[in-house]
DNA sequence: AAAAATTAGCAAATCGTTTAATTAATGCTA
DNA sequence: TAGCATTAATTAAACGATTTGCTAATTTTT
């Protein structure tokens, strides 16, 4: 094992001193009036030797650690795994390491992580928030600590989020749903108080309300086993005959097309938030309203690393629009119906 | 914003040393004979206030970051976002935070991650090794850092590693195929010489060479377009008249699907490794490979907890069994055979 | 030519911990 | 009662960087 050289060795090989070292790798050569012929020196013996800097240090004395916390409901969701590779890529690109956990519904694990990722003097926080945590993220504010909400946000706290446009988009797919010919068109949704299903609700209801027929709205508990989600998603669809539904999100739809399945009973017309590898391939694909990923995490970390460089003091609370992919789900004849 | 609370606030706020502090909270209070009286006094004062260390001077003075780094292919990889999540479940209960990475096929930001995760001073890695980062991880050794290699390991680096029974696995659904009356039983797999792959091909082959059949190999160039993946997988499966295929991963699979969805091409029977939620969904469902993944990854942070914290010197070379889940698409009687 | 300003670089403090070495007080033995 | 252990705590040196002031040498100004 090789010693790791440190910026004492080079400035002891060098005979001068740490200071002048680390203002010419700190890119202080000219602020500093350090001479050029010195700072061509340092530079090739730094290269020659392959110095890297010791980021434990460094930090400590900066108070910067170049990592940010992000904390999803559940990494393995492949809408959140799709943002954690985009994430990753872009703090990469603007020099920042990610450091995750999934919370998985669990309010005590999440405000124990938040607390230690504080304790790493992460840079910021990127979260999902669920419900309950609305002290813990004023807490990260209070102590002056940057955080992008996302995916959903929490009114009575003020921060920075970046959110899809949600009812918008629940309102241009139930719209959609309804002028094909469908008059039972019904929601599935969860028992949640959180921004993004409350405007998804809304979004189904004004196109409802526009339309002038009765609403038909399921909810299920947050993270119930899935028996129970598909049991109570194959009576709600059954007993009210529903000619179509919207699923409020893709897991709910997911497990809604596994109990139709099991049951072989034909899917009503239907279409789901959030896009997934499952909704192109079904037979027939399934319509979603999905979200910009790219966009919606590009504006996240821009907002992240500008607040945290001291730039832009005021909140930034931004909407990116959804788009409404149709597939066979809403629109196809089905194989009864052609009888 | 409050002002964090340090050792030394504790200290003189008592009365007493730091040392006398930080022993107290490190659990050496009896090792080092502090009194059990002044033991209290310091515990109770430190809950009062709830004084939290700052991890970096922890880590800059232990050479411990309890962090340990996650290179994967891609974390958008259904299959490696799984992995991910009970990875990070695991890590959080033996104490460690994870930090990660997706390298997409890139083997310059990979090797550059990986010397960013050690400029980082990382416990620990854990990497899904793709080519070329032989000497990379060699490196990482040579630094006496912790390894386990995953998913697949490098044959010419001693590593820890912790992989799937890939021959076995490949072997027996390539068996079941066979078994079911197939004659023209195909391999899609990748133009890659990383373990897993060579595994599955030994595997297939084994089968095949078992029931003296021709075998019919297709391998596919790594990280090429989707669309070039799904035309040569059309036609490979088309021109020879496949009566099964099996392919090596699920996103050959996912493409193969694709492709003869969109030409409407009745599929052969097939299976799959790995697990996807699209397979279960699928019509028909998906035969697949699956892996372990929930003992995978706690063979992994076992054993590179017992690395890093010294014990067990000899390297760990695990391999776990796969399960074959037979479903539809490998013995379902095709539409068109019926007639 | 003395005073002022600029240049080029350095010593030492600092970030917040851990830990090796030391000390002062007390009890025990001979 | 002098000498030795034991106990309970302290002092000060790390860990490896950044950064605030300072100094000495040189140049410019008056």
């Known amino acids: 094992m090789k010693k790791r050289v440190l910026i004492s060795d080079i400035a002891k090989a060098l005979g001068i001193s740490v ?8 890119d202080k050569a000219k602020e500093k009036r350090i001479s050029d012929a010195m700072t061509k020196r340092v530079l090739d013996y730094v290269k020659k030797v392959g110095y890297k800097p010791n980021q434990l240090a460094k930090s400590l004395r900066t108070g910067q650690t170049k990592i940010l916390g ?5 990494i393995a969701n492949p809408f959140f795994s799709n943002v954690a590779k985009y994430i990753e890529r872009q703090a990469y690109d603007a020099g920042y390491h990610i450091i995750y956990c ?3 519904n669990d ?13 790493r003097q992460v840079d910021g926080f990127i979260i999902t928030p669920s419900e309950g945590l609305e002290d813990t993220i004023a807490n990260i504010r209070q ?3 940057p955080v992008v909400l996302f995916d959903r946000y929490i009114p009575t706290v003020d921060t920075h989020y970046v959110v899809s446009d949600n009812k918008k988009g629940a309102y241009e797919a ?3 749903l309804l002028e094909n010919e469908n008059k039972r068109v019904g929601l599935i949704s969860l028992y949640s108080n959180q921004t993004q299903m409350r405007d998804r609700l809304e979004g189904y209801m004004q196109a409802m309300d526009e339309f002038q027929l009765q609403s038909y709205i399921k909810k299920l508990q947050l993270g119930a086993p899935e028996q129970d989600a598909k049991d109570q998603i194959l009576e709600f669809i059954v ?5 179509a539904v919207l699923f409020s999100t893709n897991y709910l739809a997911v497990s809604g097309l596994k ?7 034909p899917l009503p017309r239907m279409a789901a938030f959030d896009e997934h590898t499952l909704f192109k391939l079904h037979d027939p694909s399934i319509t979603v309203v999905s979200q910009n990923i790219e966009q919606l995490t590009k504006e996240l970390i821009q907002t992240l690393v500008a607040d945290i460089a001291g730039r832009s003091k005021e909140l930034r609370k931004i909407t990116i629009p959804c788009e409404l992919i149709i597939r066979e789900s809403s629109i196809v004849t089905l194989p009864e119906q052609i009888s």
């Open 19 to 26: 200071t002048t070292v680390s203002f010419i790798l700190n």
């Open 70 to 74: 992000l904390l999803v409901e559940d």
């Open 102 to 104: 999934s919370m998985n």
């Open 107 to 119: 309010g005590q694990k999440a405000k124990e992580l938040i607390q230690m990722f504080m304790d």
């Open 143 to 145: 102590n002056n600590i």
């Open 174 to 176: 139930t719209k959609h």
């Open 239 to 243: 007993d009210n005959k529903m000619d």
């Open 259 to 265: 109990a139709l399945k099991e049951h072989r009973i």
